[in-house]
């Protein structure tokens, strides 16, 4: 018989984040989700831009003033980087949900594609190997790369194509 | 996304407009209507992606209904407000 405390202290524990290591697949997943909530709260700006422009100059010219003071810049100017990141990084997850694309250097293509940490293209793969996992065949599983990449399966890659 | 890039790039083109361009740019239907379409697929995509979020970060049944609830009603409101709005601009009233 379990009680629900022999329950939950029994239960195995996933291992906690800190264990794993820091590939750029994770750090690109995680980014999706904070430009999500961020987008999220931003559309409140622009519910608030259409308001003022549909009720009168003066509301407007409120918001244009916040607009283009250099924090309204700063912020449109992030919004529109996390936008364009949001966007190209959903658009390979669709791919992704056809099954395609979970090679690891599609992987890091892609990474390229959505512009971030290009830099890290050595390092964080040093150690590991470049070794090329097949595509995976399940769909709408959301199965993120780096696990594909870290379960024992060397098939060969479908395609050869690079970043750089 | 298409919606998304146009949003974009009539934004950029407006950057440095005033009340009268911009009134007038929204006014147009071609720019009312796709502008509507946007609004109704971002506000619609917006909860979900926050849905999914609160699933998996916020554990007590309650809250996370009360959250699920609550975030439903602000983007509902956001997005009549939105429309609204546009509404008013391309009707001229």
Redesign the interface.
């Known amino acids: 018989m379990w009680n629900s405390a022999m329950a939950r202290a029994e239960r195995p524990l996933s291992p906690h984040l800190q264990i794993y290591r820091w590939y750029f697949t994770m750090a690109l997943s995680i980014a999706h989700r904070i430009t999500g909530v961020g987008l999220a709260l931003g559309l409140v700006l622009f519910t608030w831009w259409l308001l003022a422009l549909a009720s009168g100059p003066e509301a407007f010219a409120i918001v244009h003033g916040v607009m283009t003071s250099w924090v309204g810049a700063v912020i449109l100017f992030f919004y529109t980087l996390t936008l364009f990141y949001h966007m190209g990084n959903g658009i390979r997850h669709l791919v992704w949900d056809f099954g395609y694309g979970f090679d690891l250097q599609v992987a890091r293509a892609g990474r390229g594609g959505v512009g971030v940490c290009g830099r890290h293209d050595r390092a964080d793969l040093a150690g590991r190997g470049d070794r090329p996992v097949g595509r995976s065949t399940c769909l709408r599983t959301r199965l993120s790369p780096e696990r594909v990449a870290s379960e024992p399966r060397t098939t060969v890659s479908a395609t050869g194509r690079r970043s750089a | ?1 298409v919606l ?1 890039l146009w949003f ?1 790039f009539s934004a950029a083109a407006l950057a440095g407009a ?2 009268d361009e ?2 007038a740019w ?1 006014a147009s239907p071609l720019a009312a209507t796709l502008m509507i379409l946007l609004i109704i697929s ?2 619609s995509h ?1 909860p979900l ?2 849905q999914v ?1 609160v699933e998996d970060y916020v554990h007590h049944p309650g809250i996370r209904i009360a959250a699920l609830i609550l975030i439903r009603l602000l ?1 509902f409101a ?1 997005a009549v ?2 429309i ?3 509404l ?2 391309a009707l001229g009233s």
């Open positions: 996304v998304v974009v005033g009340y911009v009134r929204l971002v506000f917006a992606g926050l979020i983007v956001l407000a939105c609204v709005a546009v008013t601009v």
